[in-house]
C-alpha cells in the first residue's frame, strides 16, 4: 500500500499493512530535530502520509513590522513570542460594520492555483485541503474572543450575522477547493480548553453546530473526507460530530482525554488522528517510555483501522529531540 491507500483503508476501518502516521512541527523545534540529525532536509524524508495544501491565497501573510503580520482578512498577529501562529492585536468586526466588511473572494483561482503541481509531485499522498481559523476561530480573530463569547448571549444577531457571513465564506472555499483533485477538507476550529466546551454545549448548539453541519454536509457531497482539528476536552460533543458525518478527529489530546477509552466507545464510526502527548510524553518523558507508548498506540488504537498515528499537535520547542527521533523510528519500523 502507498501512503494514500494507507490512510483511506484506515478510515474505512479497516486493517492497513502498516498505520499512517503524519508529522508536523514548529519553527524552533523543526530547527531542534535539523541540528539532531544534522541534516536541514530531515522533514523531507519522514515519509508523511498526508500532502497538506492550504485555503489561503500563497503569500497572502505580510510581514508589515518587525514580528507583525497581517493576514488576508486584515488581521495583525503579533508574533513577537509565538513565532508559529502568534496573538491578534486588532479587532476588525464589530456590530457596526458586520454586514458590510469586504471578506477576501474566496473564488479567486490564484488561491488554488498551485494545488495541481504539488498533487503531481505527490503521487502517493493521501490530499487533505487545509481550512483553519474554520468557524468560532475565524469569528474571534475578526470580532475578538470576549465580544464574541459575550455577544453569545447579549447579541446574538450580531453574532449569528457574523457567524452566517463566515460560513458563505467557507461554503465557496469548499466549492472551489473539492474541484481540485483534493481527499479531504480539514477544518480547523478549537471549541474547548482544558476543562471543556470553551462556550458550553448549549451556546455550542445554538451557534456552531448549524454552521458545521452545512460545510460538512457539502463536503460530502463532494466525495471527500471530513477531518476536523479541535483542541481541548470535547468529548461530549463526539456524538454530535459523528452524526455530522465527520471522518476523522484531531488532535486526540491524551492530556484532556483517555484515547484508549475513546477508542473503544466510538472506534467503529470515527477515526482518530494524533494521540501522542505534546504536553508531557515528547517533553519529559524518556525514550523508553516514548517508545512504549507509540507501540501501545500503534497496537490498540490502530487496530482494525481508524487512525493516523501523530503527536496531538505540532511538535512544541521543549519537546527532547531524541524522544521524537525514538518516535519517528517506532512509525518507520513496522
Known sequence: MNNRELVITSLSHNQPTKIPYHVTFT???RANMAKYYG????????????????TQAPNSWKEVQPNIWTDEFGCEWNRTVDKDIGNVQNCQITSSNVNNFSFPDPSDVFRYSYYEQRIKENPDKFVVADLGFSLFE?????????????????????????????????????????????????FGDDWGSQFGLIMGYDMWNEYIKP???????????????VII????????????????????????????MNVYDIKKRYGEKLSFFGGISTQQLLPFGSVSEVQDECKRLLEFIGKNGGYVASPAHDIPPDAKPENIAAMLDIFNNQ
Open 211 to 225: 454552521r458545521i453541519a452545512e460545510m460538512y454536509k457539502l463536503t460530502k457531497s463532494k466525495g471527500k473526507y
Open 39 to 54: 541534516d536541514c532536509e530531515f522533514e523531507s524524508k519522514l515519509n508523511n502520509c498526508l500532502l497538506w495544501l492550504d
Open 27 to 29: 519553527h524552533i523545534a
Open 138 to 186: 475565524r469569528a474571534w480573530i475578526l470580532a475578538g474572543m470576549e465580544n464574541v463569547l459575550v455577544g453569545m448571549i447579549d447579541s446574538p444577531q450580531f453574532i449569528h450575522t457574523l457567524f452566517d457571513r463566515i460560513l458563505e465564506y467557507n461554503l465557496s472555499i469548499i466549492e472551489n477547493a473539492c474541484r481540485n483533485g483534493i481527499d479531504a477538507m480539514r
Open 229 to 256: 482539528h479541535c483542541c481541548g476536552k470535547i468529548e461530549s460533543i463526539l456524538p454530535d460530530l459523528i452524526e455530522l458525518g465527520v471522518d476523522l478527529f484531531n488532535p486526540f489530546q491524551p492530556e484532556v
